[in-house]
């Protein structure tokens, strides 16, 4: 498309989660040392939300990826799960096999001796389980989760669980079924929006990282906009500067100007069209 135009390796906006784009800057920055803090003390629940669109899955994929070999990472994507579900899930994600049998509290002892065995047989590894788009999680499923974490040792949680999600999260877990689970979660975080700093330092990052050897550049006028217009949030941001730069790319350009941005932010859904433009 525009990547031989702006000597870029590879697109630089793409809405892939990918680690290498992560940006360790203010929010984003200490939610990770909250994260790996609370994580390095044994500390059994920890929560992070965010809206949608602040860079979650992002933000989580980072984590599992900077964990030491300490750590034995185990990951579920999408926790629309019943109560067995996820204890398969977590039964597979520890290498059990689960074919064999539907006895629930036969893959629980499996799971125990698993999570034993890992944490103060000769591995030394402490077991984390992410939970990505945790507002799916049913009620009852997120019980079933807290029951997991039941399991320790006299020193230690021999289960450590990390919820990603969306606000809807915390008006779940304020249920009163489930208020024992609130009160386990030690370390919460929410994250927040790009201001307008953290947006020219993003749009920077993103393009060095693709390859830019500094060329592109992005009017102070503009990158005004571009928060403006995307609110903060990375995932419209990135959005917004994608279709900023095939603009600059049919004109010619190298130099992204408030022109593009509005363009780009008039076609898109979820941009946030200001009723007078100031520039």
Partial sequence: MYLEFYGLRELPFSLTPDTQY????????????TLTIALNAGEGFIKVTGEIGTG?????????????????????????????????????????????TTDQHQIMKEITHALIKKSMGEQKKQVLLCIDEAQSMP???????????NLESEKKKLLQVVLFGQPE???KLAHNSIRQLKQRITFSYRLQPLDQHGIAA???HRLLT????????????A???????????????????????ILG??????????????AAIRDTEGAFKPRFWHF
């Fill in 169 to 171: 999260l915390d008006e």
């Fill in 202 to 204: 993003y749009i920077s």
């Fill in 249 to 262: 790319f049919g004109q010619g350009t190298m130099v992204i100007t408030p022109q593009q941005v509005r």
């Fill in 56 to 100: 979650k899955t992002l933000l989580c994929r980072k984590l599992l990826n900077e964990l030491d070999n300490r750590f034995h990472t185990t990951y579920i994507p999408n926790p629309m799960l019943s109560p067995e579900s996820l204890i398969r899930a977590v039964a597979d994600e520890l290498g059990i096999d689960t074919k064999a």
């Fill in 22 to 33: 992560f940006l360790a800057y203010g929010h984003y920055r200490d939610a990770l040392n």
């Fill in 139 to 149: 009620l009852e499923t997120l019980e079933t989760m807290r029951l997991l974490t």
């Fill in 210 to 221: 693709a390859g830019s050897s500094g060329a592109i550049q992005f009017h102070p006028k």
């Fill in 223 to 245: 990158l005004k906009l571009l928060q403006r217009g995307s609110r903060g949030y990375p995932r419209l941001v990135n959005i917004l500067a994608h279709k900023s730069l």
